[in-house]
């Protein structure tokens, strides 16, 4: 099966982002792994009924569950609380992706012929209850087998919905709030220029990106946004390739407030 596919104009930006978050986050000491600093994300221990009790001044060893794939209908859940390889049996086309995770070491890499590839993007923060939460978009080119290893010593789920999503599409106007990496929508627009009304007035010296996707096949239609400097306020008229169902990606850092105004 071949790896995790996005279009060129997404993989270039994730990659500025990513430069951009590396940058600002190295200087606030933080750990690359989810745009947070935090404990040794080493593979955690296993601990044993006889095994010699450690001394009062040995450190012990997390232990933890390794990922385990649940399948439900198309979709896909990876949980546990521990680190190790799980497959999963993906079909082809676009995905939402819910991530929930606690603590800071978390890393899921994608595996394929071209090497391991990280797909949990930085910049994000976990809320007041100590669970980092956003969602994001992927696509598969080919059905099949995908092997993914999570390195991990707290819980974690990641779930994979198969597009498109169950629940109705929402009627223009509509105005959509968040903040950092989210998806929203569906929205459903017809062929035709819409309108895109983006404030984002706190990057938070971060970039900004809001990208219109294909609501059942996941693929990028176009930019509505692209923000680099101290914030986003501008209206921006896109084009919608043929009436259906969308869904809108904003890509920013997990403490930059925005929103979006759609009409048509």
Known sequence: MKAITK?????????????????????????????????????????????TPPTATAAVAPSGAPPKAVVSGENIKISGSGSGAVKIAARQGG????????????????QSAFGAMNVIPGGQYAGPDGWTQFTDLTSFSSSGEQEYKVTATEPYEIEFVKLPVAQGADVLPKTYNGKG?????????????????VSCPDLK????????FDGASGQSKGMISLGTGAGVNETK????????NYLIKVNANGKAEWTIEVSQ
């Open 7 to 51: 279009s060129s104009t997404t993989g270039q930006i994730t990659a500025f982002l990513r430069v951009r978050y590396w940058v600002v986050l190295a200087a606030l000491s933080l750990a690359a792994g989810n745009g947070c600093s935090g404990p040794d994300s080493s593979s955690p221990g296993t601990s044993d009924a006889n095994s």
């Open 95 to 110: 995905y939402l992706v819910n991530y929930r995770y606690k603590g800071f070491g978390l890393k899921l890499e994608a």
């Open 181 to 197: 990496l989210k998806v929203v929508g569906p929205l459903s627009l017809k062929a035709g220029p819409a309108s895109y009304k």
């Open 205 to 212: 010296m971060a970039g900004f990106v809001a990208e219109l």
């Open 237 to 244: 008229k896109l084009d919608a390739p043929a009436a259906g």
